[in-house]
Nanobody, 115 residues
Framework: QVQFMESGGGLVQPGGSLRLSCVASESVIDGNSLGWYRQTPGKQRLWLARFRASGVAEYSNSVKGRFTISRNAANNALYLQMNDLRPEDTSVYYC?????????WGQGTQVTVSS
């Protein structure tokens, strides 16, 4: 099954920006519904930005207008540009198919927003 590997997280001040990257082990970027999830301790892992199989991008209300999902099928890569970061964005970020494949989760990348 496809495996995903995320990178690009870090510590950033409120209002700052980060760009996350995700590389898939197989050519799944085009023609599939996939996206970014995040999870904080004790809470459910939820998607926040995704591409439908048609290529249309969608966002959860919590990140709409601040985050932008993009992709590069030639590199099997998915990206998440995060602007105007807030402390409540602190989380571990993952990418996966939607609906997710439990065998495909990577280690995630930690994003911490703090002054």
């Amino acid at each position: 099954q496809v495996q995903f590997m995320e990178s690009g997280g870090g510590l950033v001040q409120p209002g700052g920006s980060l760009r996350l990257s995700c590389v898939a082990s197989e050519s799944v970027i085009d023609g599939n519904s996939l996206g970014w999830y995040r999870q904080t301790p004790g809470k459910q892992r939820l998607w926040l930005a995704r591409f439908r199989a048609s290529g249309v991008a969608e966002y959860s209300n919590s990140v709409k207008g601040r985050f932008t999902i993009s992709r590069n099928a030639a590199n099997n890569a998915l990206y998440l540009q995060m602007n105007d970061l807030r402390p409540e964005d602190t989380s571990v970020y993952y990418c996966n198919l939607i609906p997710s494949d439990s065998r495909s989760w990577g280690q995630g990348t930690q994003v911490t927003v703090s002054s």
